[in-house]
């Protein structure tokens, strides 16, 4: 890492490992870090330990980081100083990283550059124990093969680039508006062959695929004696998406599927890693509840694994028990755990212990090691959200009363942003008890805007209001009725005159803050560069006064929509009065530019983002997507439209429509606006001839209008370029927005 990344100071630093008595999983990572005169010393007993206290020494005394979207600032550091010792232990053995469908939202089409990039953050940031399961298809499709189905059955089975994680558990099956190329798997699988290399090299413990079971349609044509059963439909999807075959664990062509896959796999990369990813029953039930068949199932899959790999350790996502909670009572979950009757042999994610914590009711898992994960965000949505308490307090808690965990880790649907409370999470691992907020929200903050610019003296006081003031508001929810998670904005949902305020739980349109007060913060950050023009050429500061504006405004957008709403509510309209009528009209059309006009701001501001990366704008998502195809035509038009499906649609024909919206540059304007328009034209009209929405023409017209924006969006401002600098942007929007927002 210290070639790459700080080629200047390979003589300044020097490392030393000693790993005598380390166990992965079993140890915590201790470092010391001592520097004298240009001189940095660091002493620990893992690769990852080394890792952890070159950050704390970068971050704490050069204020240099790296950071998701911004990239490496470690090249920046100029003078090393001199320091007390610096030691740090860590308070848990396994910090983990990813969540299945990470894979899907955020690194769907990464490339090598963005993957080095996020595994230097990892590393940096203590991560030991990654999923690495890009590319699992090449090796399913040489065990299917083997045993004898046709490269086309294979190939009929599996999902487009965009939708690879719901695949691999076995919530969907096949693709629609293309077909997987052979092409995709197998640069995928070359990717993830440097990928699972250089998490090695950093010292971690990759987590890696294993056979789950489902498998083509055509695997009961080949084998017609085979113990196969279709499993349930999923969210709505057709049965030829959905409702995939699963060979059930009991017949034995499931363990010579299971032998065949890691021996593949072992093959290609090493005896790198023992520890396997295996979901069964991700929002999808066992086809019995009976606890000796619970009991039998799991023994088996895990005798599979063990024939596979004599050091086999099972993870399995608590998920299910939190989302399939009905069925899978404590006694299922009792049984089902107790059929792997060596406790060490499995390893439990506590998926959403922030919110949804599972461990305290299924006691500790029965005495399984598990990790205590915050989840934080879905679909990849952004909006400023956290939840500080429950992060710091709670896993130092679970600590406390569980003797059977043994990690903290981040199971985010998606990097979307907020990226302190992530860096909050992981450096709690390092920290015996709660970490103090104040002091870290204001540490933080100085590490994120030094550079050699701005820090000719102390960063601005209006910096460290700015985040007290995040810190009070968006980021300390303790209200988990009203959200458990991201918050949407009401825009990015499919237009109706109901329903779309105050959404709860985990897909929550409520605000948990005085919106006023995020517009103080917003001025008080904008004022911070009057004191340090500086940090106008900041990325990090650039990156965050954008978010924050974006923010500022996604919120008004809501009282305009009230407005709108009951301006063209019929029952308020006075028919036989001709001039107020007229007057409600025109109410009601400035009330619709100004939503209009606010979702163009939008889009025009956050083309602004410093950011090349592939989640940083819809043109950028795509042209990604799009590079993955070599240049040839057909498939290109697949992944572009697999990309833009994924953040809209979410399905052939809308089944979980903008569950994974996000407001980016390109579908903040080429698709939540026009939607919005449809809609308000159409209530006009109601206003002006007096005959109400005919809600089933609308609903009708709006979701057939989405399915036609597939290809259009694919060609949505693939030049997207601000013409002017970020300053005078916002002093445009200041100008345009004040009165309303009450700046
Ligand atoms: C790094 O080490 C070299 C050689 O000892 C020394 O000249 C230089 O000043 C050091 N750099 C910093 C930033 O301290
Ligand atoms: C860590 O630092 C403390 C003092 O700051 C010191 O007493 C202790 O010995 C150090 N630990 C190690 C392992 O060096
Ligand atoms: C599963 O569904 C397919 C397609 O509908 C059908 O042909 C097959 O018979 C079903 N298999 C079982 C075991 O129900
Ligand atoms: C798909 O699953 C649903 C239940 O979730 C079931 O009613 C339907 O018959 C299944 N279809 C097939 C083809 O297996
Ligand atoms: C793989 O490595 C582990 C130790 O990390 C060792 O116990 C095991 O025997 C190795 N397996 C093979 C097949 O070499
Ligand atoms: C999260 O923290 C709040 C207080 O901030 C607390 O009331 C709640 O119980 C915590 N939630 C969980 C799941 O522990
Ligand atoms: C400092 O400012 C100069 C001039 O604006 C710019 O070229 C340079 O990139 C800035 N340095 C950093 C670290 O942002
Ligand atoms: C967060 O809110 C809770 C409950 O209102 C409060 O007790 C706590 O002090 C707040 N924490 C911070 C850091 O503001
Ligand atoms: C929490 O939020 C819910 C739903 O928004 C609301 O009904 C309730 O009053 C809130 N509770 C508190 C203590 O504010
Ligand atoms: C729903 O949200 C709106 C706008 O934030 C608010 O004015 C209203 O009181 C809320 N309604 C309920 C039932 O909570
Ligand atoms: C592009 O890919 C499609 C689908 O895989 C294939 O049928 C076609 O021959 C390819 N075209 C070229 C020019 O290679
Ligand atoms: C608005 O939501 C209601 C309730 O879900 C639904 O019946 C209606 O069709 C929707 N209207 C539109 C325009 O989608």
């Avoid at 769907?108 to 230097?120: G, I, P, Q, R, S």
């Avoid at 499709?141 to 558990?169: C, K, M, T, Y």
């Avoid at 939607?675 to 809600?695: C, E, M, P, S």
Wanted: aromatic share 12%.
């Amino acid at each position: 890492m210290r070639w790459r990344r700080l080629p200047n100071h390979v003589d300044n630093f020097s490392f030393e490992l000693v790993t005598e008595n380390h166990t992965p999983g079993v140890t915590n990572d201790h470092y010391v870090v001592s520097c004298d005169k240009g001189t940095v010393t660091i002493q620990g007993n893992s690769l990852i330990a080394l890792a952890s206290g070159l950050r704390r020494y970068l971050a704490d005394r050069s204020h240099v980081d790296f950071y998701w979207f911004i990239g490496s600032q470690l090249e920046q550091v100029e003078a090393l100083p001199s320091c007390t010792a610096i030691n740090g232990s860590s308070v848990v053995p396994w910090r983990y990283h990813f969540n299945t469908v990470t894979f899907s939202y955020t690194t769907a089409f990464w490339t090598w550059e963005d993957w080095e990039d996020e595994l230097d953050w990892l590393a940096l940031r203590g991560v030991n124990l990654p999923l690495a399961w890009v590319g699992m298809e090449k090796l399913l499709v040489e065990v299917f093969h083997e045993v004898g189905l046709s490269q086309p059955e294979i190939l009929d089975f599996l999902s487009g680039p965009a939708f690879q994680a719901w695949n691999r558990f076995g919530n969907i099956q096949g693709s629609w508006g293309g077909q997987l190329p052979m092409s995709w798997i197998d640069k995928q699988f070359d990717l993830q062959q440097k990928i699972v290399k250089r998490m090695v090299e950093l010292g971690m413990t990759p987590v890696l695929p294993a056979f789950t079971g489902f498998v083509p349609r055509a695997f009961s044509e080949v084998f017609p004696d085979a113990s196969v059963v279709n499993i349930s439909q999923w969210n709505g999807f057709s049965s030829q998406y959905t409702n995939d075959t699963f060979l059930e664990p009991t017949d034995p062509l499931f363990a010579q599927l299971q032998k065949s896959f890691i021996v593949k796999q072992q093959t290609y990369y090493g005896n790198i890693s023992s520890i396997y990813t295996l979901d069964q029953f991700n929002e999808n039930d066992p086809i019995s509840g009976d606890l000796d068949a619970l009991r039998q199932l799991s023994s088996t899959v895990w005798q599979s694994l063990k024939d596979a790999d004599p050091n086999a350790i099972w993870m399995l996502q608590g998920w299910l028990f939190f989302s399939n909670a009905e069925f899978w009572t404590d006694e299922r979950v009792e049984a089902f755990l107790g059929g792997v009757t060596r406790h060490t042999d499995m390893l439990i994610l506590d998926l959403f212990s922030e919110t949804q914590p599972q461990w305290q009711r299924l006691d500790s898992y029965y005495g399984k090691p598990w990790i205590w994960c915050q989840l934080h965000d879905y679909g990849g949505n952004q909006g400023l959200y956290g939840q500080v308490m429950n992060i710091t307090v709670n896993p130092i808690e679970a600590l406390a009363n569980s003797s059977s965990l043994v990690g903290f880790g981040l199971t985010m649907e998606g990097q979307e942003g907020n990226e302190i409370m992530y860096d909050l999470m992981l450096d709690q691992a390092w920290s015996a008890s709660p970490i103090d907020l104040e002091a870290y929200f204001h540490d933080w903050a100085t590490i994120r805007y030094s550079d050699s610019n701005t820090t000719s003296g102390p960063l601005p006081a209006q910096i460290y209001e700015t985040w007290e003031i995040l810190l009070r508001t968006v980021y300390n929810n303790t209200n988990l009725t009203s959200a458990q998670a991201v918050t949407k904005s009401i825009f990015e949902l499919a237009p109706n005159a109901t329903g779309l305020f105050n959404r709860t739980g985990h897909h929550p349109t409520t605000i948990t803050y005085d919106p006023s007060t995020l517009v103080e913060a917003w001025q008080t950050f904008i004022s911070a560069s009057n004191s340090t023009p500086a940090l106008w050429s900041n990325k990090a500061y650039q990156f965050d006064l954008i978010d924050i504006s974006r923010q500022v405004l996604a919120n008004k957008f809501n009282p305009l929509y009230s407005a709108f709403i009951a301006q063209t509510n019929l029952t308020n309209l006075d028919t036989t009065n001709k001039s107020t009528r007229n007057a409600s009209i025109a109410a009601a059309t400035q009330t619709q530019s100004q939503m209009l006009s606010l979702l163009t701001t939008i889009d025009t501001l956050v083309q602004f983002t410093p950011s090349k990366s592939p989640e940083s704008s819809l043109p950028a998502w795509i042209s990604t997507a799009r590079s993955w195809a070599d240049g040839n035509a057909t498939i290109s038009d697949f992944y572009a439209y697999n990309a833009i499906n994924q953040v809209t649609l979410w399905g052939p024909m809308g089944e979980i429509s903008d569950y994974a919206s996000r407001q980016w540059a390109g579908l903040v304007g080429g698709y939540y606006l026009p939607r919005w328009q449809i809609f308000t034209d159409a209530y006009l009209d109601a206003l002006k001839t007096g005959h109400a929405v005919n809600q089933t023409q609308l609903h009708a017209g709006l979701l057939s209008w989405e399915e036609q924006q597939q290809e259009p969006l694919a060609s949505v401002g693939t030049s997207l370029q601000p013409s002017d600098g970020l300053q005078n942007k916002i002093n445009l929007i200041e100008s345009e927005w004040c009165e309303v927002l009450g700046c």
